[in-house]
């Protein structure tokens, strides 16, 4: 039954973490798309997943989220640098406006 139950919670909460991964991904890919992503992002990812794995439910969620932030944060730094500096930032990198 205790068994059973501690499956049971597993499974919600590994339901639960995916929609934060998914968030984490998507951010980060737009991050990506733009060349502007920041080193840290891919690295905390990993630790969310590391931290779903054993278990730590609550701290891969916060690290998830953590991630997906971080993501749209370099997103915006890289939008407004390229505002600053007159250039787009695309899927071949740098044109001068």
Do not use: C
């Not at 991630?67 to 001068?96: M, R």
Request: aromatic share 8%; hydrophobic share 40%; net charge positive.
């Amino acid at each position: 039954m205790i068994e059973s139950l501690r499956a049971l919670f597993r499974q919600l909460y590994h339901g639960l973490f995916q929609q934060p991964v998914s968030a984490a991904k998507t951010a980060m890919a737009k991050a990506e798309s733009i060349h502007y992503q920041w080193l840290a992002t891919p690295k905390l990812l990993k630790e969310a997943e590391a931290a779903e794995k054993g278990g730590k439910y609550d701290a891969a969620v916060a690290k998830a989220q953590h991630a997906e932030e971080l993501a749209k944060l370099s997103y915006a730094q890289g939008e407004a640098q390229a505002k600053k500096y007159d250039v787009t930032l695309g899927k071949n990198g740098i044109t001068l406006n």
